[in-house]
């Protein structure tokens, strides 16, 4: 099996770096194109992998083809991809385009939608995807290895969940991130030194997220584990929920899916 990838950037980087660390194919099955020569130059270098400055190059020469590329380049690369054969394997990792906007950019059929998100740079991440009807159980246990090998995957039968994911695991980095951010700023407000406060709030988030994965339990009951009647949780979760952090949370996933839904629109 051979895999061009059209895009060479950070997500573009990720899988390459997943799929062979999981031996999915070896360097010499891949070829990367991109824009930047020096992009190029670079995963040449840290991968072995054959690089081109043609789109029509990678894609033809492949058995599966990874459309790493932003949004806004579709309407200009996917014309360039054609012809494809009807054997080809098409997958999109572009926010908010659509299955039938590389259908018809494509003038193919074999398509698969994802969404991966940041965290597979470290293999640490989540990908939801769906594919067209003509896509083989062969060429969706490709995708799968190919999706695996960041992380976690779920397929789900119906598009519309890619937007909704889109919204929810796709940006939920961001806002992960960003609560880290306020809560380190926060330890230093009070008092504590940076590296500290770094330290305390990247080890109570990651182990945070593991307690839910490995103890199997709702949320809100680990929470109540931790809230102690008249405790200092209580005060402060009293200051989140006056904030309105849950619904800042609410309207933060709906807007990132709206914005989804618009770039599939255009």
Known sequence: MRIGFIGGGVMGEAIIKGILAKKVVKPTAITVSDISKQRLATLKERYGVTTTNKNEQAAQSSDVIILAIKPSEMDTVLPQLRPL???????????GVTLATLKKGLRHNRLIRSIPNMPGQIGEGIS?????????????????????SLGEEIYVASEKYIDMATAVSGSGPGYIFLIAEALTDAGVHIGLPRTVAEKLVIETLIGSGRSIKMLGE???SLRNKVTSPGGTTTEGLLELE???????????????YEKSLSLGSK
Do not use: C, N
Request: glycine residues 4%.
């Open 218 to 220: 709702h949320p809100a």
């Open 85 to 95: 054969s009807s054997k080809q394997l098409v997958i999109s990792i572009a926010a």
């Open 128 to 148: 939801v995807w769906t594919a067209t009807p003509e896509v083989t159980q062969k060429q969706k246990d490709t995708a799968t290895a190919i999706l695996a």
């Open 242 to 256: 006056t904030g309105g952090l849950r619904s800042l949370l609410l309207h933060a996933v709906i807007a990132a």
